[in-house]
């Protein structure tokens, strides 16, 4: 069992950052392969980055690509989503997730473990 609590969402404007943290608890942080997606209302959820147990490996959404960045402490047993350049479209709730998948994936389906998600609203 693992537990995931995102933090650092917010308002801002287009053009500005914000650094999204998820801090698992349970099982070993490191056993696990993190990914980050977000959900806008009426949409479905869609996936933004994911990076493998050590951090080897990214990989983003072509949307997102440039301008957000995923990355781990398995020290701190964090996962952060740095995002820049943000745009009224990428206002959504972000959650972060945990699967042992080995390989790259982007299917929210095969994330097992769920944080609660934080808000990230872009003005224009």
């Known amino acids: 069992q693992v537990q995931l609590v995102e933090s650092g969402g917010g308002l801002v404007q287009a053009g500005g950052s914000l650094r999204l943290s998820c801090v698992a608890s349970?099982?070993?942080?490191?056993?696990?392969?993190m990914g980050w997606f977000r959900q806008a209302p009426g949409k479905d959820r869609e996936f933004v980055a994911t990076i493998s147990r050590i951090g080897a490996s990214t990989y983003y959404a072509d949307s997102v690509k440039g301008r957000f960045t995923i990355a781990r402490d398995n020290v701190q047993n964090t996962v952060y989503l740095q995002m820049n350049s943000l745009k009224p479209e990428d206002t959504g709730l972000y959650y972060c997730?945990?699967?042992?998948?080995?390989?790259?994936?982007?299917?929210?389906?095969?994330?097992?473990?769920w944080g609660q998600g934080t808000q990230v609203t872009v003005s224009s």
């Open positions: 349970g099982r070993a942080f490191s056993d696990y392969r």
């Open positions: 997730a945990a699967t042992q998948v080995l390989a790259t994936t982007t299917s929210a389906s095969r994330y097992v473990y």
